[in-house]
């Protein structure tokens, strides 16, 4: 059972081995007179003025990072923590490898910002990584002086002790003595006196990557060299990216899709990297197609949401002035991809030159780096499967829809519903588990995605029990003869690629553990299709429910609920009307935002149509749909639904609804506010802080 679950793709020969550590990747291209004046980052802060943009040539930032971390060995040691907060925007890259350079552990976070939400969380961040020092820019001083002075020693030093580093001004010169120095100098200028700089290998902690807690409260994953590494040269690979690629993101650079996915594999290749702010992009989308446009950049990442965003809101006049011929690669990852986006968004934007083969659909996790897969030299895979066989957990294809048949077909008339494959794991071994017994599935069954693989983090910082439960797990059986060699035997990927460890979590020392991603999905001819979260599953009467799904099916059929987030989960009720019940005693429930002015009455209707597009498509009775204004529902800043924080604060009555249509039980169950008597919908911004309002 299970055979051809397991699999190890893992390449020897790779180019990772090269660098000892991720600095010394950024010096030798600072050192290398192709790649020395090159622009390695570049900010977008202004699209319309000349001076609307910054940027930083390798030379420059190795300079600047030197200085930073000559700065950091004064005043901290190296394995102290160190919190980043700044803005998107070269000055965050420089202290971040400022870090690196120095041995200290980067910290990225949000800004802590007005909201009292977003204040805890870099509260939270700066607690749990017991941060030494601070590193900001003179612009965002005042903001984190208001925040740090409110710990009331909590939390670091207050700006006037050495607890706070500002990190603009370190190592600064200007711009054509910058060019000078990268013109004539052989090797950069050495950076001010300080002490001797660490010795760094792969094992070496680079950074805690803090996740975005959709399902929970967040986590700092812990990250080396090693892993930046690795994961970079993976990015490498599966996308065909070298030196000449120019990377373009609006993902904040804290969030590890914007950092580890788009900067820092720019710039271990010598690559230029060029972006902008996710608000830029949120309140006008089409400044991302532009700056892909202006700046030639060939390779970007998003979520789903991006690109369903971009097709609805970019105008017919702004579309006729772009120009996407160059735009090579767009990775779609970090929520469940639609079949409907990539087709719209290649149809509408055809017309600008945008390749028909651009979309890559990939699959990744902060525990992994960030990437894991995607179709590798091959176009996306959309295969329509038996929607009641995938509520049992099996990938029963539809007839026509891909080689390699399953045993079973779906029957006349059955329902069906598409998954968009993320390909295939090349660099990490891969086996679908069933999450209760710990046992491996055969192929076309749902189960949980374990990983094993060099880019696998050492595990949560200061969380031994998470990283034993996560970083850790092992099979209940062997996997005799699967696919590929032994675990035990499996051949090194080269010399100096990773030096031997006993503190990894998951390394050559420990050969059966596994990463237990929490993601659910299934191996089917050769393609690996991801279907959802475990803790997000939707489990009634013994079926199944992809909450995506439903909120997809929903939005697609009421025009004033679409473009706009929705979320699904169950409440237990209980026998008592009281939340604590069994689990056949839980209710499904849709919390949904809704644009324009409406009746009650057309409100009443609405709900009820609502009710019957999830029963007439999956079988489910909806015990309540909350209408809500629109931003009211809270994502990650990567546009995840964080639908577990949706029902926290539906069942703490924190929600002010529009609407409400719930069943007795549920009513009983759920302490709502009082409906907005206006039905003013649209007309405010909500009752939740902005932070938390991240659709668009």
């Known amino acids: 059972m299970g055979e051809r679950n397991r699999r190890d793709r893992r390449s020897p020969g790779r180019e990772d081995a090269v660098h000892r550590n991720y600095a010394d990747a950024i010096r030798r291209q600072a050192a290398d007179r192709s790649t020395r004046t090159r622009a390695a980052v570049t900010f977008v802060h202004d699209f319309d003025t000349a001076d609307g943009r910054t940027s930083l040539t390798y030379g420059q930032l190795d300079l600047r990072a030197r200085s930073i971390a000559a700065a950091l060995l004064q005043r901290c040691t190296p394995g102290d923590r160190a919190l980043l907060l700044h803005p998107e925007g070269p000055e965050c890259v420089v202290a971040f490898l400022g870090c690196l350079y120095a041995g200290v552990i980067a910290v990225p976070s949000p800004l802590p910002g007005r909201f009292r939400p977003q204040q805890r969380r870099v509260t939270a961040i700066a607690a749990d990584a017991g941060t030494a020092i601070v590193l900001t820019s003179t612009a965002s001083l005042p903001e984190v002086t208001a925040w740090a002075e409110s710990l009331d020693g909590e939390g670091p030093e207050s700006p006037g002790g050495c607890g706070i580093l ?52 967040p986590k700092g994953v812990v990250v080396t060299h090693g892993n930046l590494l690795h994961n970079a ?49 949120l309140k006008r989308p089409h400044r991302w197609l532009r ?74 996790l902060a525990e992994a780096t960030v990437f894991v897969s995607t179709p590798v030299g091959r176009d996306p895979v959309v295969r329509r499967f038996d929607e009641a066989r995938l509520a049992d957990g099996a990938l029963v294809p539809a007839a026509g829809t891909g080689a390699g048949q399953a045993r079973e077909t779906p029957g006349a008339g059955a329902s069906t519903t598409e998954l968009v494959s993320c390909g295939y794991p090349a660099d990490f071994e891969v086996t679908i588990v069933d999450p209760a017994t710990r046992r491996p599935v055969p192929d076309g069954t749902v189960g949980e995605i374990w990983l094993r693989g060099d880019s696998v983090a050492r595990g949560y910082w200061n969380a031994p029990e998470a990283t034993d439960r996560v970083f850790r797990a092992t099979l209940a059986e062997p996997v005799a003869g699967a696919g590929g060699p032994a675990a035990d035997s499996a051949p090194s990927p080269g010399p100096g690629h990773r030096s031997e460890r006993t503190d990894q979590a998951n390394g050559p020392d420990r050969a059966d553990r596994h990463l237990r991603t929490g993601d659910l999905g299934a191996v089917l001819d050769g393609e690996l299709f991801v279907t959802g979260r475990i803790k997000e599953m939707i489990i009634l009467r013994g079926r199944n429910l992809y909450p995506q799904d439903i909120e997809y099916e929903v939005r ?55 009710r019957n597009t999830v029963f007439q498509g999956f079988g489910a009775y909806l015990g309540g749909l909350v209408l809500v204004r629109r931003g009211t529902v809270p994502r990650t800043t990567s546009g995840k639904i964080q639908r577990l924080r949706t029902r926290e604060l539906l069942c703490s009555g924190e929600l002010r609804p529009v609407h409400t249509a719930l069943g007795p039980a549920l009513a009983r169950a759920v302490p709502l506010s009082a409906e907005d008597p206006t039905d003013r919908v649209g007309s405010r911004a909500g009752t939740l802080p902005a932070e938390v309002r991240r659709a668009p």
């Open 291 to 364: 700056m892909m446009d202006e700046f030639g950049a060939t390779v970007s990442a998003a979520p789903d949401f991006a690109y369903e965003l971009c097709t609805r809101r970019v105008t017919d006049e702004q579309l006729a002035g772009l120009d996407l011929s160059r735009w090579r690669i767009a990775c779609n990852g970090s929520e469940p991809v639609r079949p409907a986006t990539l087709t719209d968004f290649a149809k509408r934007f055809a017309p600008a030159g945008l390749r028909a083969d651009v979309f890559k659909p990939s699959y990744g």
């Open 166 to 217: 500002l990190t603009d001004g370190l190592g600064a010169v200007p711009p054509d003595a910058a060019g000078a120095l990268v013109d004539t100098e052989p090797t950069p200028a050495p950076a001010p006196a300080a002490a001797p700089a660490p010795a760094l290998d792969h094992d070496t902690v680079a950074l805690l990557q803090y996740t975005s807690g959709s399902t929970g409260d």
């Open 556 to 610: 697609d059929r009421h025009a004033p609920l679409q473009g706009l987030c929705g979320a699904a989960f169950t409440v237990p009720v209980g026998d008592a009307g009281s939340p604590g019940g069994r689990r056949e005693d839980e209710a499904l429930v849709l919390v949904h935002e809704i644009r324009g002015r409406h009746e009650r009455a057309d409100l009443e209707r609405l709900a009820a149509s609502v």
């Open 233 to 281: 040269d993976s990015i490498r690979r599966a996308f065909g990216v070298d030196r000449t690629t120019v990377f373009g993101s609006w993902i904040p650079h804290y969030h590890d899709m914007g950092l580890l996915g788009m900067i820092l594999p720019a710039l271990a290749l010598g690559a230029s990297s060029v972006t902008m702010g996710p608000t830029g992009f």
